[in-house]
């Protein structure tokens, strides 16, 4: 029960971050915005199984874009969460001595941003426009994928504290 109520918490927390992050002006580039919702993916991908960290980014982005986006929104914020989850899981499989939390982070964020690239140039029918402005989304992946590790690696410090204590998987 306790695990049910934690992803209920945890998906409901994601979309108060998503959906707040949009007033929080970072740079007039479309589509660029800080991720803090991707807080709350690390911090499952930690505490939680793949299954049940799967469950919480599909819900999370199914709901955000049903209450705020659209049907090209969801496309492009699912694209980026499944390939950036997958991504992060395999690195935390194989490489958890090599990069801590905060790389996880920059790694995930760099993974959502290239497959918000192809599925733009997808949508598009051409890579023109997805290679011209795949530069900017990696700089903004490193820049806020560094800044959603920090910011969860200090959470993951606060859940020592907490009955989930027993449930982290890797060293952060």
Do not use: C
């Amino acid at each position: 029960m306790l695990q049910f109520t934690t992803m209920a918490l945890m998906i409901t927390i994601a979309m108060v971050l998503s959906y707040f992050e949009r007033f929080i002006p970072l740079i007039n580039v479309p589509g660029v915005k800080l991720g803090l919702a991707n807080i709350v993916t690390l911090l499952a991908l930690y505490l939680f199984d793949f299954k049940q960290t799967l469950i919480i980014v599909v819900l999370r982005v199914l709901l955000v874009s049903m209450f705020t986006g659209s049907p090209i929104s969801l496309i492009y914020s699912m694209s980026g969460g499944l390939v950036s989850l997958i991504g992060m899981k395999l690195l935390l499989l194989t490489s958890t001595k090599v990069f801590s939390l905060i790389g996880i982070s920059i790694i995930g964020a760099f993974l959502h941003n290239t497959a918000q690239a192809i599925v733009l140039g997808l949508l598009i029918n051409s890579f023109s426009i997805a290679r011209v402005y795949y530069p900017i989304l990696i700089v903004a992946a490193v820049v806020t994928g560094f800044l959603t590790g920090l910011i969860g690696r200090q959470f993951m410090k606060q859940i020592e504290y907490t009955p989930l204590k027993g449930k982290r998987r890797y060293p952060i």
